[in-house]
């Protein structure tokens, strides 16, 4: 089992920036990707960035060359640095941990972590 816990969300204007942390617990070891989904419409949940273990990062189109994905491997912590922030990135913001072990694949999730772009 993995616990995930999301912290920074809150509002920020047009343009700017606002950074995103989640902290892991329990089976880390046994995470090989960690990332950051956000709610779409529809109630759907959209990936937006990825960090692998062995540190190989991707972006949702939508928001690369804007969002930064990181991690702190000695923490359990990933970050995600938003910049240049728009109306559409409004919304709620899900920390996902993927592990695999001799159980299988499972798929955890944060409560989430709402971010407002409004002036």
């Known amino acids: 089992q993995v616990q995930l816990v999301e912290s920074g969300g809150g509002v920020v204007q047009p343009g700017g920036s606002r950074r995103l942390m989640c902290t892991a617990s329990?089976?880390?070891?046994?995470?090989?990707?960690m990332g950051w989904y956000r709610r779409a419409p529809g109630n759907q949940r959209e990936w937006v960035a990825e960090?692998?273990?062995?540190?190989?990062?991707n972006y949702a189109d939508s928001v690369k060359g804007r969002f930064t994905i990181s991690r702190d491997s000695a923490e359990n912590t990933i970050a995600l640095q938003m910049r240049s922030l728009e109306a559409e990135d409004s919304t709620q913001y899900y920390c996902?941990?993927?592990?695999?072990?001799?159980?299988?694949?499972?798929?955890?999730w944060g409560q989430g972590t709402l971010v407002v772009v409004a002036a």
């Open positions: 996902n941990a993927k592990t695999n072990n001799t159980r299988g694949l499972f798929d955890y």
């Open positions: 329990g089976s880390v070891r046994d995470i090989y990707v």
């Open positions: 960090i692998t273990s062995g540190g190989i990062t």
